[in-house]
């Protein structure tokens, strides 16, 4: 049987008109790349080499400490693989990261042969040898925004995720089922909603003994619920009197079922678009902590802990416009999606563009 | 329409009482207290145990947070907001000294926002399609997307470290520069100076937001019937679009002006951090890092009632605008 365009292919072939929102798309697809390549773009490790007759990636030791080659520890290598591999093992090759740098400390004078050391305080202005210049303690940059990308990526999923299923049930719950579990869920989103964000936020990083990037984006998530649900619930009221949900009742569906398989799918397009805006302000909430100095404790490089450092030396220019334009563009980037999403999907804006 | 009241001031009070309890709770639960914010981690270096357990006991700091809250409530019952432990200040003088600052920074944004907002809006919308508001359509879109810490930072670089020595610079941090007896011209000068660059930070987002919700309201408007019978009758477009559909746009655009009401009096915590502006977010900051119990519950409450009050007044001026909607 032949069917028709759903309505998720229909709002994609909408969505594909857009330039913008595509652009934003595809600025978030490059992110995940980096991500992903991270430690084979920037990097002291070589992303591939064959020592002693076999063959390793130590660039993995990025992602975990735990898989990087032991052999590399027992023989002393100490995180210098240059020297080390052609001193220990003549007959080695290796395929370096496209950017000898470290995203968690300075290049050494001559650990990589004939290069100098990276210029430490307020002397690393951009150069060849760091193309986004280095910060007060010698560390290059480009290599901490580069390992950086996976945290920016990952909050705002994390606490998207996170906020998305909180909302969702909660807002659920409420317009389903109505009377006092509504009263009793709009006061708690209600609440939450009033106390100011960052305070909450703040006030819970600090009861954390060791804040990690991980706790931050629980907290974000946590307190970030109180919009989705307030739209959930008002799509669920209205959804939930609709011709379709009676008949899913009349046929015996019991709530849980109706509230799965027959009101989420109708509600989540709009639901959708809030979250997207979300994860846009999950990265500038992280970024902004990381700022005021309340973000996970290095050596955990985030592109708003690079910002912090320009605080005390202005001077320092490119600590502020490199990181600060990878915020602004992710942000732009998930806002272009959220925007796109909205109008591709939602038939009042369909029918003003026919 | 009495009742409806009641019942929001009655829910609002549950609200309320549910919030004062929350952050305390998660006050009190911070690591450290205020003794040990002043003290460092070990106040017996300082002063001696004896000192130490008497000023726990004055501040109420031996309770448990609980029957600290009740204490705090029973207080408050009376009128009192406490004094802040750290600042030997009431807390109620302290949000007086700092609700000044605050509001010369917000209420000059809002000012601007709210001027520059509606006539861009609706310029947005008349020449909507266009490749001349496509493009301030675009710039809006960035700006709205910009970070503000990272927007202050490079105000910062450009106009206090790139121009010293010239004109255009302007200073970076605090309020005034100029001791409180100097000639008042110079000092309004001078605050005025110190003004430009956290009032641009706040100035800028808003303005991109608003700009874009009156031009998506005014979409929204000029696709009704009433619209198409006034061009029918042969108003002109400016007439249409301003006596017409911009009247009719005024009710969303109360909502947003009720909800903005928190945000203008509690201010924000990273701009006043970013210029050391001696503002309420920042009081809000230092209390918090400062374990200032007191401040942090006074500050707290005042912000709670500011946006359960801001969301009333927006619900009964959407009535007050609009008679098909009722309260009840």
Redesign the interface.
């Known amino acids: 049987m032949e069917r028709s365009h759903g309505f998720w292919a229909e709002a994609w072939r909408r969505y594909r008109c857009r330039p913008?929102a595509v652009g934003g798309l595809a600025f978030v697809g490059f992110l995940v790349v980096v991500a992903a390549f991270a430690p084979a773009i920037a990097g002291t490790k070589p992303v591939l080499c064959r020592y002693k007759g076999r063959l390793y990636a130590p660039c993995l030791g990025y992602f975990d400490r735990r898989l990087e080659p032991a052999i590399f520890t027992k023989d002393k290598f100490r995180g210098t693989y240059p020297r080390n591999l052609a001193a220990k093992d003549p007959e080695s090759w290796a395929l370096w990261p496209l950017f000898f740098q470290d995203p968690y400390r300075s290049v050494r004078n001559d650990e990589w042969p004939g290069r100098p050391e990276n210029p430490a305080m307020d002397q690393g202005r951009p150069s060849w040898n760091n193309l986004f210049g280095t910060d007060q303690a010698g560390v290059d940059v480009l290599a901490k925004m580069v390992h950086g990308t996976t945290v920016a990526l990952l909050v705002g999923f994390v606490s998207m995720g996170i906020a998305g299923t909180i909302g969702i049930v909660v807002g659920a719950v409420g317009g389903y089922f109505g009377g006092w579990i509504d009263t009793l869920t709009s006061?708690v989103t209600?609440?939450v909603?009033?106390?100011?964000t960052?305070?909450?936020i703040?006030?819970?990083v600090?009861?954390i003994?060791k804040p990690t990037i991980w706790h931050t984006m629980a907290i974000i998530g946590f307190t970030g619920w109180t919009g989705i649900a307030r739209l959930t619930r008002g799509e669920f009221l209205r959804l939930k009197s609709s011709e379709y949900v009676t008949a899913a009742r009349a046929a015996g569906a019991g709530p849980l079922r109706i509230m799965l398989r027959h009101v989420l799918p109708n509600a989540l397009a709009p639901i959708l678009v809030p979250i997207t805006f979300g994860i846009?302000s999950a990265i500038?909430t992280e970024?902004?902590l990381s700022?005021?100095g309340f973000g996970p404790p290095p050596p955990s490089a985030s592109w708003g802990s690079v910002?912090n450092g320009?605080?005390s030396n202005?001077?320092m220019?490119w600590l502020?416009?490199f990181p600060?334009a990878a915020?602004?563009l992710t942000?732009?980037a998930y806002?272009?999606i959220g925007?796109g999403l909205q109008e591709s999907t939602d038939p009042r804006l369909r029918e003003?563009r026919k | 329409m009495a009742t409806y009241l009641l019942r929001r001031l009655l829910l609002g009070c549950v609200t309320l009482v549910a919030i004062t309890v929350v952050v305390y709770g998660l006050a009190r639960n911070m690591p450290g207290n205020p003794l040990t914010a002043q003290f460092g981690e070990d106040p017996s270096r300082r002063i001696t145990a004896e000192d130490y357990a008497r000023m726990q006991r004055a501040y109420g700091l031996d309770q448990s947070w609980p029957e600290g809250y009740l204490q705090w409530s029973r207080n408050l019952l009376r009128g009192d907001l406490g004094r802040s432990i750290t600042r030997k200040q009431p807390v109620t003088t302290l949000i007086g000294e700092r609700i000044g600052p605050t509001l010369l920074i917000s209420g000059t944004a809002f000012l601007l926002i709210w001027l520059a907002a509606v006539p861009l809006g609706l310029y947005a919308s008349a020449r909507s399609g266009r490749p001349d508001e496509r493009i301030v359509s675009l710039v809006l879109y960035a700006l709205y997307s910009f970070p503000t810490f990272v927007a202050a930072l490079f105000l910062q670089v450009v106009f206090a470290v790139w121009s010293r020595g010239t004109a255009w610079e302007l200073p970076l941090f605090g309020m005034t520069d100029l001791p409180p007896d100097a000639p008042l011209g110079g000092r309004i000068l001078d605050v005025a100076r110190h003004m430009v660059l956290p009032v641009i930070c706040q100035t800028y987002v808003s303005l991109a937001y608003d700009i874009r919700f009156i031009r998506a309201n005014m979409e929204e408007a000029v696709r009704q019937d009433y619209i198409r019978t006034a061009r029918a009758k042969g108003a002109g477009p400016w007439r249409v679009l301003f006596h017409h559909a911009f009247r009719n746009t005024l009710i969303p655009l109360v909502t947003l002006l009720g909800l903005s009401l928190p945000s203008l009096i509690g201010g924000s915590i990273i701009i006043e951090q970013i210029f050391t502006w001696p503002g309420m977010g920042r009081l809000f900051f230092e209390s918090i890092r400062e374990r200032d119990y007191p401040t942090i519950m006074g500050l707290t409450l005042m912000f709670s009632v500011l946006t359960l009050l801001g969301q009333l007044l927006a619900d009964l001026l959407y009535c007050l605008v609009d008679p098909r909607v009722s309260v009840d």
Do not use: K, Q
């Open positions: 913008l006061r209600e609440i909603m009033c106390v100011p960052l305070v909450l703040l006030s819970i600090a009861i003994e846009a500038l970024s902004g700022f005021l910002l320009a605080r202005l001077g220019w502020v416009v600060g915020i602004f942000v732009l806002n272009l925007e003003a």
